[in-house]
């Protein structure tokens, strides 16, 4: 089916709006830095459609986490993943990946610092100690390799600068939030500087489970980082880092859409839930990384970098929402990565060139039951724990190890013109073991002790799927690009660039019914051509930013599960889809006075898949993308005032709409209609400059809307939903 970019007025509403007339005053707008190429660049000059948002952009805008970006980026979405509360479910252009069990890639890549973090879970990261974020949208496949087949989003600290510092900054607000955030660095030598920062985010719920008062959608999280770095010389930096999260935050159980299976009625909260589960959930992810880089002439440097992270999720869904394992399930997820990339960096007079080798190797294993102890129709006040049931168990780990060559040529081969060049081949191995089997009874041996106490352990009654098999791929990404520099303002560019998500095993695969599966699926691959302006006009007063694209979409990765006649159900993961997707984004920023600015983004997407195979048969023309809305803007007002003290004031009341969205490819009871939010700051910097205070409203309209959700049909669809109205006071101080 294809997706269509429909006449939108709050679009061209905020297009009017940052047309509006300029004022007498000469304002500039400040030049913004990015490493989107891998290497310090004025955003103005990279040809590549970014959004960088910088640390007091991200306070006027009371960003806590990577989900609040999503509305200031075109044609992106980041939000917490069904049944999760830091599982992060990320899609740039239409392509990312939903699900996140072991052996799924995702297909947006998140960085911290330049190190790829594998796994979504612990993805949605706090900020904490943060300078900037990146998004980068578009097929990433040349500097940062696989898994980019959307685009990539980096989270990028600050560099310490060897003076005492100290910041310690906090928020009160909605639901109980009570946040604390400390930070400080300092030198220890002429050539160390050692610094910190610890956090803690503290929220009761938006809903509670109605059965025993525990919270629902509540935050309980603790982050720390730390880093040393060592400056022996001029042309030679290092530096340590670590990082520890601990979530605790209560599992997030889904809003049952319609009655339950013995009549059970709709709760009147989205947020809240009758589970029967226990409302125990721990996700724990660190890493730590040594980074050096040595300048080793005007014209040449070299980087390293070495990274391993860990993570291990303990978690339950319950999908049926009621007090009966109908369908519950319990899981738990661990990975562990270790990561090595050389870099060479060359810059002459009229070429410059990003070089480098990439290594990766990791583990991602877990195991989940799934409960199925349905009800007993006849008697809606049977025990709730029913003597009799199905359980299906599914466990097996999948070890990946990867090995890349890349290179990035640019040649300014005339005045004003520039020719880049790259690619990067991959080379990726898996061995995967695959284990799912049937067990007579209520939870498996595995997870009985925890969530059904006192009671024996589900009989096993046989395996359905049960093997071990290893399968590589290799992979070669290229991109070209032209850029023509119109005059010192604008810049012109257009490029082709592909990409590739790596191929795997299907965990769920149920060998008795697909008896394929045991072969796997082979990686997706889109080739994506744009073309962009960047440009300074009116004086560095508008700044205008616009990338026209089309994706060539090839073998999808489409998981399909269902319930079996047996009573159990089923997953297949095919490479069954190929799609089209093209549309325009459009990033403004209007200086309209030395106090006042406008801002604006707008990405139009339009979507169409061209097959779709399912049963043999192609239903291209009943399916849509999934997380992509034909239509995302953005439209805010940032008016500064300057007190006759020295204080400054600054309002940003702010507008995001997101178009009809389908949660998946087949339309459904989940799909969310368009919807618009409201959101307002207001930001009091002291006059030294040393305090900050923030007055942070979201959702000022309380717009209910929905954000992913499982789609089981009946009884078993239920939805995760965005936060309500939401007000916080917000504060840090500088010594």
Same mark, same amino acid.
């Given at each position: 089916?294809?997706?269509?970019?429909?006449?939108?007025?709050?679009?061209?509403?905020?297009?009017?709006?940052?047309?509006?007339?300029?004022?007498?005053?000469?304002?500039?707008?400040?030049?913004?830095?990015?490493?989107?190429?891998? #290497?310090?660049?004025?955003?103005?000059?990279?040809?590549?459609?970014?959004?960088?948002?910088?640390?007091?952009?991200?306070?006027?805008?009371?960003?806590?986490?990577?989900?609040?970006?999503?509305?200031?980026?075109?044609?992106?979405?980041?939000?917490?993943?069904?049944?999760?509360?830091?599982?992060?479910?990320?899609?740039?252009?239409?392509?990312?990946?939903?699900?996140?069990?072991?052996?799924?890639?995702?297909?947006?890549?998140?960085?911290?610092?330049?190190?790829?973090?594998?796994?979504?879970?612990?993805?949605?990261?706090?900020?904490?100690?943060?300078? #900037?974020?990146?998004?980068?949208?578009?097929?990433?496949?040349?500097?940062?390799?696989?898994?980019?087949?959307?685009?990539?989003?980096?989270?990028?600290?600050?560099?310490?600068? @060897?003076?005492?510092?100290?910041?310690?900054?906090?928020?009160?607000?909605?639901?109980?939030?009570?946040?604390?955030?400390?930070?400080?660095?300092?030198?220890?030598?002429?050539?160390?500087?050692?610094?910190? !920062?610890?956090?803690?985010?503290?929220?009761?719920?938006?809903?509670?489970?109605?059965?025993?008062?525990?919270?629902?959608?509540?935050?309980?999280?603790?982050?720390?980082?730390?880093?040393?770095?060592?400056?022996?010389?001029?042309?030679?930096?290092? #530096?340590?880092?670590?990082?520890?999260?601990?979530?605790?935050? !209560?599992?997030?159980?889904?809003?049952?859409?319609?009655?339950?299976?013995?009549?059970?009625?709709?709760?009147?909260?989205?947020?809240?839930?009758?589970?029967?589960?226990?409302?125990?959930?721990?996700?724990?992810?660190?890493?730590?990384?040594?980074?050096?880089?040595?300048?080793?002439?005007?014209?040449?440097?070299?980087?390293?970098?070495?990274?391993?992270?860990?993570?291990?999720?303990?978690?339950?869904?319950?999908?049926?929402?009621?007090?009966?394992?109908?369908?519950?399930?319990?899981?738990?997820?661990?990975?562990?990565?270790?990561?090595?990339?050389?870099?060479?960096?060359?810059?002459?007079?009229?070429?410059?060139?990003?070089?480098?080798?990439?290594?990766?190797? @990791?583990?991602?294993?877990?195991?989940?039951?799934?409960?199925?102890?349905?009800?007993?129709?006849?008697?809606?006040?049977?025990?709730?724990?029913?003597?009799?049931?199905?359980?299906?168990?599914?466990?097996?780990?999948?070890?990946?190890?990867?090995?890349?060559?890349?290179?990035?040529?640019?040649?300014?081969?005339?005045?004003?013109?520039?020719?880049?060049?790259? *690619?990067?081949?991959?080379?990726?191995?898996?061995?995967?073991?695959?284990?799912?089997?049937?067990?007579?009874?209520?939870?498996?041996?595995?997870?009985?002790?925890?969530?059904?106490?006192?009671?024996?352990?589900?009989?096993?009654?046989?395996?359905?799927?049960?093997?071990?098999?290893?399968?590589?791929?290799?992979?070669?990404?290229?991109?070209?690009?032209?850029?023509?520099?119109?005059?010192?303002?604008?810049?012109?560019?257009?490029?082709?660039?592909?990409?590739?998500?790596?191929?795997?095993?299907?965990?769920? *695969?149920?060998?008795?019914?697909?008896?394929?599966?045991?072969? *796997?699926?082979?990686?997706?691959?889109?080739?994506?051509?744009?073309?962009?302006?960047?440009?300074?006009?009116?004086?560095?007063?508008?700044?205008?930013?616009?990338?026209?694209?089309?994706?060539?979409?090839?073998?999808?990765?489409?998981?399909?599960?269902?319930?079996?006649?047996?009573?159990?159900?089923?997953?297949?993961?095919?490479?069954? *889809?190929?799609?089209?997707?093209?549309?325009?984004?459009?990033?403004?920023?209007?200086?309209?006075?030395?106090?006042?600015?406008?801002?604006?983004?707008?990405?139009?997407?339009?979507?169409?898949?061209?097959?779709?195979?399912?049963?043999?048969?192609?239903?291209?023309?009943?399916?849509?993308?999934?997380?992509?809305?034909?239509?995302?803007?953005?439209?805010?007002?940032?008016?500064?005032?300057?007190?006759?003290?020295?204080?400054?004031?600054?309002?940003?009341?702010?507008?995001?709409? #997101?178009?009809?969205?389908?949660?998946?490819?087949?339309?459904?009871?989940?799909?969310?209609?368009?919807?618009?939010?409201?959101?307002?700051? !207001?930001?009091?910097?002291?006059?030294?400059?040393?305090?900050?205070?923030?007055?942070?409203?979201?959702?000022?309209?309380?717009?209910?809307?929905?954000? !992913?959700?499982?789609?089981?049909?009946?009884?078993?669809?239920?939805?995760?939903? @965005?936060?309500?109205?939401?007000?916080?006071?917000?504060?840090?101080?500088?010594?």
């Amino acid at each position: 089916m294809r997706k269509t970019i429909k006449f939108n007025p709050i679009a061209v509403g905020v297009m009017l709006a940052c047309g509006a007339s300029l004022s007498h005053a000469d304002p500039q707008l400040e030049e913004v830095t990015v490493t989107a190429q891998k #290497r310090e660049q004025s955003l103005q000059e990279v040809p590549v459609a970014v959004t960088a948002i910088s640390s007091d952009q991200l306070m006027q805008n009371g960003v806590s986490d990577l989900t609040d970006v999503q509305k200031l980026s075109p044609n992106t979405t980041l939000q917490a993943s069904r049944g999760t509360n830091s599982t992060l479910t990320a899609f740039i252009r239409g392509i990312g990946q939903q699900d996140p069990l072991w052996g799924f890639e995702p297909g947006v890549g998140i960085y911290i610092d330049d190190v790829y973090i594998a796994r979504p879970q612990g993805a949605v990261l706090d900020i904490l100690d943060v300078e #900037r974020v990146e998004v980068l949208r578009g097929p990433q496949g040349t500097l940062y390799g696989k898994n980019t087949i959307g685009g990539a989003v980096k989270y990028v600290t600050k560099k310490m600068t @060897g003076d005492t510092e100290v910041n310690i900054g906090g928020t009160l607000g909605s639901y109980n939030q009570r946040d604390i955030k400390v930070a400080a660095s300092t030198a220890i030598s002429e050539t160390v500087n050692i610094g910190g !920062a610890i956090a803690s985010f503290q929220r009761d719920g938006f809903g509670e489970n109605v059965r025993t008062g525990e919270d629902q959608y509540n935050k309980d999280v603790l982050s720390g980082r730390f880093a040393v770095e060592w400056n022996p010389s001029d042309t030679v930096w290092v #530096r340590l880092a670590g990082d520890k999260t601990i979530d605790e935050s !209560a599992p997030k159980h889904g809003y049952r859409l319609v009655e339950g299976l013995a009549g059970e009625p709709v709760l009147n909260s989205v947020y809240d839930t009758e589970s029967n589960m226990p409302a125990e959930n721990l996700v724990e992810t660190s890493g730590m990384s040594l980074t050096a880089e040595w300048q080793m002439s005007d014209s040449v440097t070299v980087k390293s970098i070495t990274a391993h992270r860990t993570g291990e999720t303990e978690t339950a869904i319950d999908f049926d929402s009621v007090n009966r394992p109908d369908f519950d399930v319990p899981a738990y997820y661990e990975d562990d990565q270790t990561t090595q990339e050389f870099q060479l960096i060359w810059e002459g007079d009229n070429a410059d060139l990003v070089s480098g080798l990439y290594y990766y190797t @990791g583990t991602a294993a877990g195991a989940f039951d799934a409960v199925l102890g349905y009800v007993n129709l006849n008697d809606p006040e049977a025990e709730p724990t029913l003597p009799v049931g199905l359980t299906q168990q599914v466990a097996g780990s999948v070890d990946t190890t990867s090995l890349s060559a890349y290179a990035h040529y640019n040649w300014r081969f005339a005045e004003d013109w520039n020719l880049s060049l790259g *690619g990067r081949y991959t080379k990726d191995e898996k061995d995967a073991e695959v284990f799912k089997a049937n067990f007579a009874g209520l939870y498996s041996p595995t997870f009985a002790g925890k969530y059904n106490p006192g009671q024996p352990a589900a009989i096993f009654l046989g395996a359905l799927t049960d093997y071990e098999n290893s399968d590589s791929w290799g992979q070669f990404t290229p991109h070209v690009g032209l850029d023509y520099q119109i005059d010192d303002d604008t810049m012109v560019y257009a490029t082709y660039s592909a990409g590739f998500k790596s191929g795997g095993f299907d965990m769920r *695969g149920d060998a008795s019914v697909l008896p394929s599966t045991v072969d *796997g699926f082979d990686p997706e691959t889109v080739d994506t051509y744009e073309l962009g302006v960047k440009s300074d006009l009116f004086s560095n007063r508008l700044r205008l930013n616009a990338a026209a694209f089309r994706a060539d979409y090839n073998d999808m990765q489409v998981t399909v599960q269902q319930f079996t006649p047996g009573g159990g159900f089923s997953s297949a993961v095919l490479n069954a *889809g190929e799609a089209r997707i093209q549309g325009l984004e459009l990033e403004a920023t209007l200086a309209m006075t030395d106090n006042l600015l406008a801002n604006l983004t707008l990405g139009l997407a339009d979507t169409e898949f061209l097959e779709f195979i399912s049963g043999g048969v192609d239903v291209s023309d009943e399916r849509d993308m999934q997380n992509t809305p034909d239509t995302t803007a953005m439209f805010q007002l940032n008016y500064s005032m300057v007190m006759d003290n020295g204080a400054e004031l600054v309002f940003l009341p702010t507008i995001s709409y #997101r178009a009809d969205t389908q949660i998946f490819e087949t339309p459904s009871i989940l799909d969310q209609e368009a919807y618009t939010l409201v959101d307002m700051t !207001a930001t009091y910097y002291s006059p030294s400059g040393d305090w900050n205070m923030s007055l942070v409203g979201k959702n000022l309209a309380d717009k209910e809307y929905r954000i !992913a959700g499982y789609g089981f049909g009946g009884a078993f669809d239920t939805g995760f939903y @965005g936060a309500p109205r939401t007000i916080a006071l917000t504060g840090s101080y500088n010594f």
